[in-house]
């Protein structure tokens, strides 16, 4: 089969690759007919994830066709429309008992599981791909669902929603600030309107994001490089701030921004990867009553979200901006690499 490898920061090839075959009973084989590309791939290809080795077959988005289930496979079987879930979890551990299947601990050979699609194991940008553990980490596609808006569900939307708004305790009325519209940020404006958010503020330096953002859920949008986005976002609220402030894009001075906006009692709620320090002024911080959030997305709502997708209450196939085929795997990579420049939000890259 064909599939894209990692070979090293930088480096990445659509190439020739053995087909993947069945390891356990519990595993399936997938047909990936729609994959995607995250901005974790993009982490990967400039060496910032050193466990992804070279060889690796990146990817852990995706939607397929189940076309051979081990023997101790019972939620699915071949000829199954599925969405392969960005977190593999075994559903017996003591994390995925209690929903937490990012920190599952099943051992596959690597110790734990989790993130472990294009990240330990080789993953979803490929013709063929093994899931283990399937009853746990597939979700079959009602009927209705598309291939674009299935994709959706594998990693972004349950990231933005469990993370960003879950994780944020967004209530209804509140005001929510998301600094960051990147897919994921749109994913938390999107689903914020779920707990009953009164108003939803995108800021970004992005003017092209900022308009997008707009048809994803947010009322307002700021510039995030103007002297006065405090002010602005503060103005949004009845002067005390926001209730929930989002943080989407994973750098020191976008933290520190949700910081500046959240109000005495407000949440933090952290969805960006950091890959530097990122200081805390907890000096300042504590005497607000400021919750911080951390998390890795488990996709323990992926059933609940992939419902409101089959019922169009969620508009997900918006997130799709550029289709490429599958031997246009490099052209998907370059045109979602330079995002700022092609405006692309998710690229589909489909048989
Ligand atoms: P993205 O790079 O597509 O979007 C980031 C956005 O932030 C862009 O629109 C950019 O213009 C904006 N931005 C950059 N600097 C800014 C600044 N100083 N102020 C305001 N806006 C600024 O990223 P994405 O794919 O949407 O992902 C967002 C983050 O979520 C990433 O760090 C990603 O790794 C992370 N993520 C976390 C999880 C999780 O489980 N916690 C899962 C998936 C992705
Ligand atoms: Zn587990």
């Given at each position: 089969?064909?599939?894209?490898?990692?070979?090293?920061?930088?480096?990445?090839?659509?190439?020739?690759?053995?087909?993947?075959?069945?390891?356990?009973?519990?595993?399936?084989?997938?047909?990936?007919?729609?994959?995607?590309?995250?901005?974790?791939?993009?982490?990967?290809?400039?060496?910032?994830?050193?466990?992804?080795?070279?060889?690796?077959?990146?990817?852990?988005?995706?939607?397929?066709?189940?076309?051979?289930?081990?023997?101790?496979?019972?939620?699915?079987?071949?000829?199954?429309?599925?969405?392969?879930?960005?977190?593999?979890?075994?559903?017996?551990?003591?994390?995925?008992?209690?929903?937490?299947?990012?920190?599952?601990?099943?051992?596959?050979?690597?110790?734990?599981?989790?993130?472990?699609?294009?990240h330990v194991?080789?993953?979803?940008?490929?013709?063929?791909?093994?899931?283990?553990?399937?009853?746990?980490?597939?979700?079959?596609?009602?009927?209705?669902?598309?291939?674009?808006?299935?994709?959706?569900?594998?990693?972004?939307?349950?990231?933005?929603?469990?993370?960003?708004?879950?994780?944020?305790?967004?209530?209804?009325?509140?005001?929510?600030?998301?600094?960051?519209?990147?897919?994921?940020?749109?994913?938390?404006?999107?689903?914020?309107?779920?707990?009953?958010?009164?108003?939803?503020?995108?800021?970004?330096?992005?003017?092209?994001?900022?308009?997008?953002?707009?048809g994803f859920?947010?009322?307002?949008?700021?510039?995030?490089?103007?002297?006065?986005?405090?002010?602005?976002?503060?103005?949004?609220?009845?002067?005390?701030?926001?209730?929930?402030?989002?943080?989407?894009?994973?750098?020191?001075?976008?933290?520190?921004?949700?910081?500046?906006?959240?109000?005495?009692?407000?949440?933090?709620?952290?969805?960006?990867?950091?890959?530097?320090?990122?200081?805390?002024?907890?000096?300042?911080?504590?005497?607000?009553?400021?919750?911080?959030?951390?998390?890795?997305?488990?996709?323990?709502?992926?059933?609940?979200?992939?419902?409101?997708?089959?019922?169009?209450?969620?508009?997900?196939?918006?997130?799709?901006?550029?289709?490429?085929?599958?031997?246009?795997?490099?052209?998907?990579?370059?045109?979602?690499?330079?995002?700022?420049?092609?405006q692309a939000?998710?690229?589909?890259?489909?048989?």
């Open positions: 089969m064909r599939a894209l490898v990692y070979g090293g920061p930088g480096l990445r090839e659509w190439t020739e690759v053995p087909d993947p075959q069945i390891l356990h009973p519990t595993d399936v084989i997938v047909r990936v007919e729609t994959t995607t590309i995250c901005g974790s791939d993009l982490h990967i290809l400039k060496g910032d994830v050193p466990s992804v080795e070279p060889g690796r077959v990146l990817g852990h988005e995706g939607v397929g066709t189940v076309i051979e289930a081990g023997s101790g496979v019972s939620s699915v079987a071949a000829g199954d429309r599925v969405i392969i879930s960005c977190m593999t979890a075994c559903g017996s551990c003591s994390y995925c008992r209690t929903g937490m299947y990012a920190h599952c601990l099943a051992d596959e050979g690597v110790p734990g599981l989790g993130w472990a699609l294009g194991i080789d993953g979803t940008q490929a013709e063929l791909v093994r899931v283990p553990f399937a009853d746990f980490s597939l979700h079959k596609i009602p009927e209705g669902v598309s291939d674009e808006a299935a994709v959706m569900l594998s990693d972004i939307l349950p990231t933005g929603f469990e993370i960003g708004v879950r994780y944020g305790r967004v209530k209804p009325g509140d005001v929510v600030a998301v600094v960051g519209a990147g897919p994921v940020g749109l994913a938390a404006m999107m689903t914020a309107g779920l707990q009953g958010a009164a108003r939803v503020v995108a800021v970004d330096l992005d003017a092209n994001r900022r308009a997008q953002a707009l859920g947010a009322t307002d949008a700021v510039d995030a490089g103007a002297s006065d986005w405090e002010a602005q976002v503060r103005s949004m609220t009845d002067g005390l701030g926001v209730d929930v402030a989002i943080e989407a894009v994973g750098i020191p001075a976008t933290f520190t921004a949700c910081t500046k906006i959240v109000r005495a009692g407000g949440t933090i709620a952290n969805v960006g990867v950091h890959g530097a320090p990122v200081e805390l002024a907890l000096q300042d911080l504590w005497i607000h009553d400021i919750a911080i959030t951390t998390g890795l997305v488990s996709t323990s709502t992926t059933p609940m979200l992939l419902n409101l997708v089959a019922r169009r209450v969620l508009d997900v196939e918006k997130f799709a901006t550029h289709r490429f085929a599958f031997d246009e795997f490099m052209d998907a990579y370059d045109t979602f690499g330079r995002a700022a420049d092609t939000l998710k690229v589909i890259v489909a048989r």
